[in-house]
């Protein structure tokens, strides 16, 4: 059965960099087609992807956010972390992390709500 | 970036009530095309990939079509947990983009 689940800081300042960890289960990220990507969703308003990491290392980041992401993951202990620097009160959303195959996200954790605020 | 455009935005639908929600590419994705369903808690569920294949566990009364530009999701007969925001995901290219949703309400 997998199973993510995302933890963060939950409200942090704005210029600061923000890094949360999905820890999963279930799978591994060291099988062959097996991701963790980062999607996150502003109160009220829709999804957007964020970024993916694959079982070999390759990484893939949405361009929107230019070089403020970077994704990466520890094998061993089935996690899988995003950081992003320079954070302002637009970066704040529920961030979730999902398993992913073939660009599909097949499981999803709960979501971890994140605040940008002075 | 390719541009999912999502109608309607909001409907309100009967129990039993059989439904179309429809995506629009601005190009084309071969059928890479995904559908995530979201209830009010937050939780998301996939229901539906490459167009038209069911996710485990999602009930056949879910179904997806589509092709080119123009996909869709319908729902065969509204249960009532089935009211709830969807959206529909493509991942023809780089970065990954998804509809603005359809939240599918109670009449």
């Known amino acids: 059965q997998v199973t993510l689940k995302e933890s963060g800081p939950g409200i942090l300042q704005p210029s600061h960099t923000l890094s949360l960890t999905c820890s999963f289960s279930?799978?591994?990220?060291?099988?062959?087609?097996?991701?963790v990507s980062w999607i996150r969703q502003p109160s009220g308003k829709g999804l957007e992807w964020l970024a993916s990491?694959?079982?070999?290392?390759?990484?893939y980041n949405n361009p929107s956010l230019k070089s403020r992401l970077t994704v990466s993951k520890d094998t061993s202990n089935n996690q899988a972390f995003l950081k992003v620097t320079s954070v302002d009160t637009a970066d704040t959303a529920t961030y979730y992390c999902?398993?992913?195959?073939?660009?599909?996200?097949?499981?999803w954790g709960q979501g971890v709500m994140v605040t940008v605020s002075s | 970036d390719i541009q999912m455009t999502q109608t309607p935005s909001s409907m309100p639908a009967s129990l039993g009530e059989r439904v179309t929600i429809s995506c629009r590419a601005s190009?084309?994705?071969?059928?890479?095309l995904n559908w995530y369903q979201q209830k009010p808690d937050g939780t998301i569920k996939p229901l539906i990939y490459?167009?038209?294949n069911l996710q485990s566990g999602v009930p056949s009364r879910f179904s997806g079509s589509g092709s080119g530009t123009d996909y869709s999701l319908t729902i065969s007969s509204l249960e009532p947990e089935d009211f709830a925001m969807y959206y529909c995901?493509?991942?023809?290219?780089?970065?990954?983009?998804f509809g603005s949703g359809t939240k599918l309400e109670i009449k």
């Open positions: 999902a398993h992913t195959r073939r660009n599909y996200f097949d499981y």
């Open positions: 279930g799978f591994s990220l060291s099988t062959y087609g097996m991701g």
């Open positions: 990491i694959w079982w070999n290392g390759n990484t």
């Open positions: 190009q084309g994705i071969s059928n890479y």
């Open positions: 490459y167009t038209s």
């Open positions: 995901q493509q991942y023809d290219s780089s970065p990954l983009t």
